[in-house]
């Protein structure tokens, strides 16, 4: 079994800045890639980022492309998600989601789920 737990979520203002974490546990050899999902109310889960992890390639989604990025941090065995310039239209529960093989955006290929983290973006 794989664990994932996000942390880092919180209210913010619009054009602030915030780095969620996604800490993974357990099995961790099973998994080649890492992703971050949102899901906002009344909308679908909507993929945003993808990390490898042996080789550390990344792919974004093109609504978040120079905003957000995902990295790795190996000592704490996490996935961050650092989002610039924030909008109220990045409300939403962010999760992290792990998955063996190749990278994929679509939310069913995902083998395992963290339980979300909120982010509200108001003034």
């Known amino acids: 079994q794989v664990h994932l737990a996000e942390s880092g979520g919180r209210l913010a203002q619009p054009g602030d800045s915030l780095t969620l974490s996604c800490r993974i546990s357990?099995?961790?050899?099973?998994?080649?890639?890492m992703a971050w999902f949102r899901q906002a109310p009344g909308k679908e889960r909507e993929f945003l980022a993808a990390l490898t992890w042996d080789t550390s390639n990344t792919t974004h989604a093109d609504s978040v492309k120079g905003r957000f990025f995902i990295s790795r941090d190996d000592a704490q065995n996490t996935v961050l998600l650092q989002m610039n310039s924030l909008k109220p239209e990045d409300t939403a529960v962010y999760y992290c989601?792990?998955?063996?093989?190749?990278?994929?955006?679509?939310?069913?290929?995902?083998?395992?789920w963290g339980q979300g983290t909120q982010v509200t973006v108001s003034s």
């Open positions: 357990g099995r961790t050899f099973i998994v080649d890639t």
């Open positions: 989601a792990a998955k063996a093989w190749v990278v994929t955006t679509t939310d069913v290929e995902y083998d395992y």
